[in-house]
């Protein structure tokens, strides 16, 4: 018996086809009580956003950008309850908790799209709303109807595209682990299951995540001082109802910001944390499997003989390095729990 057999039996570990999601797991013993929550809270939100568009749809006097806008946020709410608490209630009610990676990498796509879409369109509406209240009589040539669904194609396609990188550049990754600890899916959990270099997933994440909220966040704080700055020149009733529009947008946008950048803040602090964890993970899901598979197909002199050069190979590289291939990352990552547990 030689390295390479006992490496190439190993490898075919990696090929990990499902993901399991903890938080489901955790919710395992109230799960049709919490199943009928995210149901009656999905089937709340559909119908709401629904009456919403249907008035704005039905309404002349409603189509104008603003309400366009606030269609789009409420459709959005309406996509995203789908993605994320339809799936939730119908895995507690079924006591599902695994999703295959493809499934996982599908639901991280547009929960993710869903984010940006909400955080752009509320940034848009910040411009709108400023334009309006700035620029009266110039208003309706600054912001028609063809302007706005423009712009909001602009913003789908931009979104479409950065979000879609981010989850082919996940696939790339060889993972050490199928556990996350959520109960859905997004690719920063996926990231933290690989055993290889995650560099270029990081930089590109957090750039797009950091242009996004910086960018958003700075175009929204100058709209609003701008607007206020003119509800001061203009008359009291007309301020009046300008700021309540402005207060009505800051509160909804502040508090889809803050919720956005709790998650982001969350996977930042726990990011070393499931790293290690995702390790550790794939060692108790396939532990006992290998175990067994080891004791019938390989004598205790071919375990030393095999342990020996491991030993030689992980003590040289008793960690992985950016240097090594995936295929040899995850080899030491793995062999380092199998032969020398922790």
Known sequence: ?????????????????????????EMEQLRYCYSVVALLIYLITLFICTLIVYVVW???????????????????????????????????????????LSGC??????????????????????????????FPLRYHSLMTI????????????????????????VLRLTLCGNSINNVYCETMSLVRLSCGSTFINDVCGSTCT??????????????????????????KEASQKAIH??????????????????VVFRWCHGVHH???????DKDRSFKDEDDSHFKENYSESDSESIQKPLYAMLSAHPLPTHDQTEDEQFIICYLTLEVFPL
């Open 1 to 25: 018996m030689n390295l390479n057999t006992v490496m190439e039996n190993v490898s075919m570990v990696s090929n990990i086809q499902d993901i399991v999601l903890l938080g489901l797991k």
């Open 58 to 100: 039905t309404e002349q006097s409603l189509h104008e950008p603003m309400y366009i806008f606030i269609c789009i946020l409420v459709g959005n709410v309406m996509f995203g309850s789908s993605v994320f608490l339809l799936k939730m209630a119908v895995d507690l009610f079924s006591g599902c908790t695994t999703i295959s």
């Open 105 to 134: 990498l599908a639901q991280a796509f547009w929960l993710q799209s869903y984010a940006f879409v909400d955080i752009l369109t509320f940034t848009i509406m910040a411009v709108d709303r400023y334009l309006a209240v700035g």
């Open 146 to 169: 063809k302007k706005t669904l423009q712009s909001l194609t602009i913003i789908w396609s931009v979104i479409v595209l950065i979000v879609l990188v981010n989850v082919l550049l």
């Open 210 to 235: 950091l242009l996004t909220f910086v960018g958003s966040l700075m175009i929204v704080i100058y709209c609003y001082i701008q607007t206020f700055l003119v509800c001061l020149r203009i008359s």
């Open 245 to 262: 529009t402005v207060v009505t947008h800051i509160i909804a946008y502040s508090t889809f910001m803050s919720t956005s950048l709790f």
């Open 274 to 280: 499931y790293k290690s964890t995702g390790l550790r």
